[in-house]
């Protein structure tokens, strides 16, 4: 039963602290996106990558978050510094070309 | 306005009836559509997808999509307090950098036994 894994599945951390959040996409799927959810946005996209290729992180921070895809099993989302307000859950998604997104279990983001 | 739009809820009816969810888009050249459900400290799970206006029918679920509206729906049948949830509406956009999904916010649906 293929599954898209994260980690850290939980963290605290405080202010200022760099955090990195990892996901394993399916084997075999090309594309990866990373989405953060809170109860007042809802689920916002922050970055995608395609065949390992960055395509769009609009919706991400640019001075505090980045996000890489070193090889095709792993993506990575790096917060530095981290601030309260970057408190989230952070989903990683994969999808082979353009079938069904399969969501991680999330990275449940505290920062004091 | 926003890309897409839900209303957030909560919708509360009685075991056996049928809940209703709607959501509208602003994007006039988007072609594929999507319902997921997401438990309360779960992640969004798919499920259903629609392309052509009309209807499409699985199980309990129905997903109408009125493209020259820009509007989607889902239908449950029969609900259960097991389909008490939140249920996300997400749109496939086409943008130079290729496509994506954009959320709605969400509406919250609880089934009363």
Redesign the interface.
């Known amino acids: 039963d293929a599954r898209v894994t994260q980690t850290p599945r939980h963290k605290v951390t405080e202010m200022g602290q760099e955090v990195t959040m990892r996901c394993q996409p399916i084997l075999g799927h090309n594309t990866v996106?990373w989405y953060r959810q809170t109860m007042m946005?809802?689920?916002e996209?922050l970055a995608?990558f395609?065949n390992r290729a960055p395509?769009?992180d609009s919706g991400m921070p640019k001075d505090r978050f980045s996000a890489e895809m070193p090889d095709a099993t792993l993506a990575t989302l790096k917060i530095q510094p981290s601030e309260p307000r970057d408190s989230a859950v952070y989903?990683c998604a994969s999808v082979r070309v353009?079938d069904?997104?399969?969501?991680?279990?999330?990275t449940r983001l505290t920062v004091l | 306005q926003k890309e897409v739009e839900q209303n957030s809820g909560p919708l509360s009816v009685p075991e056996g009836a049928i809940a209703s969810l709607n959501c509208t888009y602003s994007d006039r050249g988007s072609q594929?559509f999507?319902w997921y459900r997401q438990y309360s400290g779960?992640?969004?799970?798919?499920i259903m997808?629609i392309y052509s206006n009309g209807d499409k029918e699985d199980g309990r679920f129905t997903a109408q999509l009125n493209k020259a509206s820009q509007y989607v729906s889902l239908l449950i049948r029969d609900s259960q307090p097991s389909d008490s949830a939140t249920y996300?509406c997400a749109v496939n956009i086409v943008?130079s950098?290729?496509?994506?999904?954009?959320?709605?916010?969400?509406t919250r649906l609880a089934v009363r036994p």
């Open positions: 996106f946005q809802g689920l996209l995608y395609r395509l769009d989903f353009t069904t997104q399969y969501f991680g279990p999330g | 594929s999507f779960k992640s969004p799970e798919l997808s996300l943008s950098s290729g496509d994506k999904l954009t959320f709605g916010t969400g």
